[in-house]
């Protein structure tokens, strides 16, 4: 009888060994959790030092589209710019340069006819890509502003809250983030924030803006405020493919007018015009025919 009574607290000890087994086990795995997301944030921070874009332009370019690029090049100090890109060639090599130059984006300046410019945003490999129809056009030298801004400072990116109403939007809200964000610590960027660069919709085209955040002093007191630095343009979505310069189109704007057709119209409308103004020239001539006085018999007499 004593040996069994001796015998029963070895169940107890069995209790706290699966309890300190749980204790141990829950450890782990939060131990674990922590190691996970500081992996991926050391991964996510990795990519973001990494994030190159490449800007290059297609050759027929003008001076004025060539002023922009490197305006906006001024702005991205991790952008790498490449030689002017044969236009008659396939837009589909410049995921090659993108690979040479370790570039995980790209925006591509594509000018037709000397007077239309696009722009192709892009990502490396897998896409996607967006062609957008660049206009009203202004420059820094056009503008001459009286705000200025450190070169390579890290910009605050605003958006429209309308960005997020509906999918397509979205996905350029995405795009231009990773295009125009300037990495963390990257070596030719500042370690301050000194400009925002607006995004906004109107009549269903982005409307881009550049601004310094400027110290203004209102008696004794400091306020901010923003002061336009350029340079400003007009884009409009053209359409969104699922590759790189390439691949099925996701989306296509059905508002979207060529500005070959705009040219075309407008032509019509001259020709129009012109037409007729020949068919009402003899009834504009038989008018002043009728509105001609009789000669006046009395005019030679003081002759």
């Known amino acids: ?57 297609s050759r027929g370019s003008t001076s004025r589209f060539r002023h922009l690029m490197k305006d906006l090049m001024m702005l991205l100090p991790h952008a790498k710019q490449e030689s002017k890109f044969d236009s008659k060639k396939e837009t589909g090599l410049v995921n090659e340069l993108m690979e040479l130059n370790n570039c995980t984006s790209c925006l591509y300046f594509e000018a037709r006819k000397h007077q239309d410019l696009y722009l192709w945003m892009a990502k490396a490999v897998t896409g996607p890509s967006l062609r957008f129809l660049i206009q009203n056009i202004h420059t820094l030298d056009e503008l001459r502003m009286q705000g200025n801004c450190l070169k390579g400072s890290r910009p605050v990116l605003s958006f429209d809250s309308s960005f997020d109403e509906s999918p397509h939007f979205a996905l350029v809200k995405e795009c231009l983030k990773q295009i125009f ?9 500042k370690p301050f924030v000194d400009r925002v660069m ?22 004794d007191e400091t306020e901010m405020s923003l002061v336009e630095i350029g340079p400003r343009f007009v884009m409009t979505l053209q359409r969104i493919m699922d590759g790189c310069f390439s691949g099925p189109v996701l989306y296509e704007n059905p508002d979207f007018v060529s ?45």
């Open 181 to 189: 964000h300037t990495p963390q610590g990257h070596r030719k960027s």
């Open 1 to 57: 009888m004593f040996k069994r009574f001796q015998d029963q607290p070895a169940p107890a000890e069995e209790e706290n060994e699966n309890e300190s087994f749980y204790e141990t086990s829950d450890s782990s795995s939060s131990e674990e959790e922590e190691i996970e997301t500081a992996q991926l944030k050391t991964s996510e921070k990795q990519s973001l030092e990494k994030e190159k874009t490449l800007v290059l332009c």
């Open 259 to 303: 500005p070959n057709v705009v040219r075309s119209e407008a032509r019509k409308e001259q020709a129009m015009k012109s037409r007729q103004r020949i068919i009402e020239q003899p009834y504009k001539e038989k008018k002043i025919e009728e509105k001609n006085l009789p000669k006046d018999e009395l005019s030679t007499i003081f002759e």
């Open 198 to 219: 607006s995004f906004s919709i109107a009549d269903n085209k982005i409307w881009v803006r550049n601004f310094q955040i400027a110290d203004k002093l209102v008696g």
